[in-house]
Structures are given as structure tokens and as C-alpha cells.
């Protein structure tokens, strides 16, 4: 269980977190979204005790984090691969890390084992690719069995079976009853692991709330027709609230409408339908509508705007959202 | 290995890590820290260094010192020089090894990162720069008192026939051997402070080197009040009283304008720096993010 109350973080006149509240709760996989300088890892860092927070207060299964006798049975971190000595083996960092708490050898080697760093633990950690880091990383946030986890990026850099490996292991130490709490940027797979989520942008709350009602929330439906006749059907839906884009000849998306109003419609008017089928918006549908307004960073387009709503990328989305 | 290293982390959930002992200890703090400074490279390669350039330059000044005395010259020509002095000969080599390590030892945790690795597992923080500061400074004394001790067997046999070898009956020579390993345990504690400080390695280690000498040389030159005032009080002047003989204090009584501060004066002034420094960065590690 994390809990951060009116969190405030300000580095000279910048202001990184701005009156953040949340809870983070225990038995459930909680995502952390937001845009590049949205305050995320600074955040993780305060819950930590790593940044000290302007104003506010976070506590840890009940407590600041620093006035835990046992940190790493609380809370085990993985805040950036890069915080680990490159001239010393992966073993040794782990076996020193392990040391302040007084945790032996055998637990050393089993998180080792969990990460599938065996043939590289003796190798020199600055040798380590990216994804060897991060396997490393979370070994150590894993070594003192803590009862939440914090992961920053926990993916990045890994192959695609590590990052299902991760998946599985975040979901299986949330079904254990621990507070799971992590940070993407890769949207397909925020939906696929977590069930709650909380949106930053600019340092704020954006959105906490269930991967489903957040993306049914900010999304709204679509429904996708198909029909030799979809501009008669068009001029039929036309009003108020409803908003139509022609994906291909003969097949148009409709949104402000439900498949019950426009196949009753269709019917009233004998119009011939192929399909007529309810479409979901993604997450990250619903995450850039929530944070436009709030991107720190700027890209340029390239080429023709393009409107994020367009791109539905829709089953394995939608099988998250549905989780 | 998806499923099969899922499975093995799943069927030892709670693993061994579950027992109620497991938690933090000052005791635990230090063994930790003494795993991480012996299992670099850069560790071992700096001590053997101190070491190897501690005899060789205790073994080169005697050689210097029994060549001019066969040549007709006396030991009683070397201003007061003991026995002593020449096995512990090479400490202004050895301060440059042990300062460059006690700055690496702290900063290279902030230039890797791995600085953000020991706070989060010792929140308190404190804990973690008092038990580095005592591996360091044990280890520091242990491989001084072995490099003197090495320096003695290895300049005996050139220093017992021309009467200059060190007499460890003498309490001053005792002082003297004693204090070289002390002054260089300060030493590496100094530069410990910097670079807990500075948190970088290029510059803390510009500062350490460049005040033990520089700036310290400097001051000893120059030939104002403001200057002589000041010198004697800098750490590696003050600090080196500890090391040297009474007869040569004694001469430096008679000419200087400065202070001029007995053996252990010298001591506690380099260990007041020491302490000081070591006391900012506590409070400045406290403080600061990391």
C-alpha cells in the first residue's frame, strides 16, 4: 500500500510534482502513465526516500519509507538500471545489497535463478546490456521478498519474452496480495498488466481509476459498418453528437451512436448491413486524449496531421481493458 | 525461459528471504560495505599500489642514505633524520593512492549510479557514509601498518651497518611509524569527505590532490605573515608533525614566524579537518536528493 498526500516537488522554480494524491493498493497491479517529464520517476523516487519531497507526505504499508527497519522487506525498487556499480559481478552487488538487511546467499542465488542471470551473475555489470540491466534491476527490487514493488520501465530493454516474463510476474505478485506499482511507456502493455491506472501529465492527476473505465471513459465507442450503402446510411445517423469517418469505400466509423440505434436504423430503412460491429477505443486512445493538453515535449508531425482517434488498435487492448 | 523461471519464481514465493531477521543493522551496514569495497578492481589495484610504492620508496631512500654515507659521510649529516623516517619514506606516495581511493569510494557510487542502490536499501543514509568511512579508514591503517612493516624488514639489512636502523624500543621512532599510518588513515578520510562532498571523481579528486599539493606547498613558500599564519594549520602540513622527529621540530622552532605545533597538535588539527568535512557531508547527504 502506497499513499501520497498532496506530494509537491520543486527543483528551483520548476515544479516536477505538483500536489499529487493517490493510493496505490495491495492485490492489484497499479500502472503509472504519463508523458516524458510528467513527474513519474520523480514521484517513485520520493515514495523511496530517494527525493525529498517540497511539501506533502508519502507513506509505505503505513509508514515513510526511511522509518522501516527492514526497507527492502517493504519495498523493493527499481527506479533506473543504471544504479548499480559497473566494476563489480552481478552476484556481488547483489550479495552486498543483501548484506545491510542480513539476507544469505540462498536468496541471492534464487533471485539470480528468477531472473535468468546464472551464466552472467560472475561477469562485471558494466559489460551488461541494456536488458541484462534491467533483468539485474529487478533482481535486486525482488531480493528482499518485499510486499510492494516499485518499477520504473521495468520493460525497456528487454526481448519480447522477458517483457512477458515481466507480465507474469508482476500479475503473480499482485494475486499474492503485494502492491504492484509500475511505469511504461509502451500502452499495449500497460492494458495488458495493469488493472488500475494513474495518469499523470505536468505533474497532476490526470485520471486514477480502472483500466477499463479510463479507457471506456476517455475513448467512448465506435462502432465500425460496413454497407453498400453507407452514405445513405450516413445522411440517415447525421446529428447532433454523432461523427463519422470513412475508413474505405463501403465502410465508415461511427461514433456518438450505439450498434443498437444504427442497426435499427438500417433495418427501418432496409438498408443492406455486412457488418456492424462495437469497437473499443485502446488505452492509448485514452491516455493521448487525456494528455494532450499536458505533453511536456513536443514532436513535430511528420507529414499530414493525423488524428489519434483514427488508429484503433483493437483486441489485444481490448482484452486489458476487459480484464 | 518464460514459463520455467516463472514457475521457479513462483514456487518460492515468500522464499528465504521471509524469515523475521531480516532487517537492517549498523553491524550488517558495514559488512555490506566492505563486499562492495573489496569486490572492485579498482580497490585492490590502488592498495597493492600503496603498498608496492610505500617499500619501494622506503628501499630507495636508504639506498640513497647508505651510498652517501660510504661515500665518507655521516648519519649525524641528515638534520636529525631517523631510522624511522626512512622506512616510513614513501608516505607522500602512499597519500597519493589512499586519497585517490578514499574519493573513489563515494563517488564512484554517484558517477554509476549505484549511490541510489545503497540509500534505498539505507533510507536513513547515515548508516551507509559512517560504515564506508570506517572500512575505509580501517583498511586504510591495516594496509599503512603493512607497507611499514614491509618497508622496515626490506631497508634493514641496508640500514643496521651505517647505525641508522629503527629502534622500536624508542618511543619517538614508535611515534613516528605509528603516526605514518595514521596520518595516511586521515588522509584517505579526507579525501573520503571530498568526495562525499564534491560527489564526483574528477573533482574531488582535483581538490584533495590539489590542496595536499598545491596549495599547501604554496602557502609553505610564500613569505608573508597572512600565509605562515595559515600554513601551519592546513591538514597535510599540520598532520605531518606526527611524523617527524623532534630534533627537526625543535630546528623549525627556532626559525619560524607560523606555529609551530608538537606531533599530536599537528594530529588533532588534520583530524579536526577530518572531522569537520566528514560532519558537512553528513549533514549535506542528509539533505540532498540523491
Not at chain 1, 58 to 68: D, E, F, I, K, S
Not at chain 2, 97 to 115: D, F, H, N, Q, R
Request: glycine share 10%; charged share 15%.
Amino acid at each position: 500500500m502506497i499513499e501520497a498526500h498532496g506530494l509537491t516537488k520543486r527543483y528551483g522554480s520548476k515544479t516536477a510534482v505538483d500536489d499529487v494524491s493517490f493510493t496505490v493498493h495491495p492485490g492489484k497491479v497499479t500502472g503509472f502513465l504519463g508523458p516524458n517529464g510528467a513527474g513519474k520517476s520523480t514521484t517513485m523516487r520520493m515514495i523511496v526516500g530517494l527525493d525529498r519531497p517540497t511539501h506533502g507526505t508519502v507513506t509505505v504499508n503505513g509508514r515513510p519509507y526511511a522509518q522501516h527497519r527492514d526497507p527492502l522487506r517493504q519495498v523493493g525498487a527499481l527506479l533506473d538500471a543504471k544504479a548499480i556499480h559497473t566494476g563489480r559481478s552481478a552476484y556481488n552487488h547483489l550479495l552486498a545489497m543483501g548484506a545491510t538487511h542480513g539476507i544469505g546467499k540462498t536468496r541471492i542465488r534464487e533471485v539470480i535463478e528468477m531472473t535468468g542471470l546464472e551464466s552472467v551473475a560472475k561477469k562485471r555489470v558494466g559489460g551488461f546490456s541494456l536488458g541484462m540491466g534491467q533483468r539485474l534491476g529487478i533482481a535486486s527490487a525482488l531480493l528482499g521478498d518485499p510486499r510492494t514493488l516499485i518499477l520504473d520501465e521495468p520493460v525497456n530493454g528487454l526481448d519480447p519474452e522477458g517483457v512477458v516474463w515481466v507480465r507474469n510476474l508482476v500479475r503473480y505478485l499482485a494475486s499474492e496480495g503485494r502492491t504492484v506499482f509500475l511505469s511504461s511507456h509502451l500502452m499495449s502493455e500497460m492494458a495488458l498488466t495493469a488493472d488500475h491506472i494513474i495518469v499523470v501529465g505536468r505533474g497532476r492527476v490526470l485520471a486514477d481509476a480502472t483500466t477499463a473505465d479510463i479507457v471506456a471513459r476517455a475513448a467512448g465507442t465506435t462502432v465500425r459498418v460496413r454497407s453498400p450503402q453507407a452514405s445513405r446510411l450516413v445522411e440517415l445517423l447525421a446529428g447532433p453528437g454523432v461523427s463519422f469517418t470513412s475508413t474505405a469505400p463501403q465502410a465508415v466509423e461511427i461514433t456518438g451512436s450505439t450498434a443498437e440505434a444504427i442497426g435499427e436504423a438500417a433495418a427501418a430503412a432496409q438498408l443492406v448491413l455486412h457488418e456492424l460491429t462495437p469497437v473499443n477505443g485502446s488505452l492509448e486512445d485514452a491516455y493521448m486524449s487525456l494528455t494532450q493538453d499536458s505533453v511536456e515535449y513536443h514532436s513535430g508531425e511528420p507529414g499530414p496531421h493525423t488524428d489519434h482517434a483514427g488508429a484503433h488498435t483493437a483486441p489485444a487492448t481490448q482484452e486489458g481493458a476487459h480484464r | 525461459m518464460s514459463t520455467e523461471t516463472l514457475t521457479s519464481a513462483t514456487d518460492t514465493p515468500l522464499g528465504t528471504a521471509s524469515t523475521g531477521r531480516i532487517h537492517l543493522t549498523f553491524p550488517r551496514v558495514v559488512r555490506s560495505e566492505w563486499i562492495k569495497f573489496r569486490t572492485l578492481r579498482s580497490t585492490v589495484w590502488t592498495l597493492a599500489t600503496t603498498i608496492v610504492l610505500m617499500v619501494g620508496i622506503s628501499l630507495l631512500f636508504a639506498w640513497g642514505v647508505t651510498s652517501s654515507t660510504g661515500a665518507g659521510g655521516n648519519p649525524e649529516d641528515f638534520g636529525g633524520l631517523t631510522g624511522a623516517n626512512v622506512v616510513t619514506g614513501g608516505y607522500y606516495f602512499g597519500q597519493l593512492t589512499l586519497a585517490v581511493l578514499g574519493v573513489l569510494v563515494i563517488s564512484g557510487e554517484y558517477s554509476t549510479g549505484m549511490i541510489r542502490s545503497t540509500l534505498a536499501a539505507v533510507p536513513t543514509r547515515l548508516p551507509a557514509l559512517w560504515a564506508k568511512a570506517l572500512v575505509l579508514g580501517v583498511t586504510s591503517f591495516v594496509v599503512s601498518s603493512i607497507a611499514i612493516g614491509l618497508s622496515y624488514v626490506a631497508t634493514r639489512a641496508m640500514l643496521d651497518p651505517i647505525d641508522l636502523a629503527t629502534d622500536l624500543g624508542d618511543p619517538e621512532q614508535i611515534r613516528i611509524l605509528l603516526g605514518t599510518a595514521l596520518y595516511l588513515t586521515a588522509i584517505a578520510l579526507l579525501a573520503f569527505a571530498f568526495g562525499a562532498l564534491l560527489r564526483h571523481s574528477a573533482a574531488a579528486l582535483a581538490a584533495v590532490l590539489g590542496l595536499l599539493l598545491v596549495v599547501e606547498n604554496v602557502f609553505l613558500l610564500i613569505p608573508l605573515t597572512f600565509f605562515e599564519k595559515i600554513s601551519p594549520f592546513l591538514p597535510s602540513t599540520a598532520g605531518s608533525q606526527l611524523m617527524m622527529p623532534q630534533a627537526q621540530i625543535d630546528l623549525m622552532a627556532q626559525s619560524a614566524t607560523g606555529a609551530v605545533l608538537t606531533p599530536w597538535e599537528g594530529f588533532a588539527v588534520l583530524a579536526a579537518w577530518v572531522v569537520v568535512l566528514l560532519g558537512v557531508a553528513a549533514v549535506l547527504l542528509k539533505r540532498r536528493n540523491a
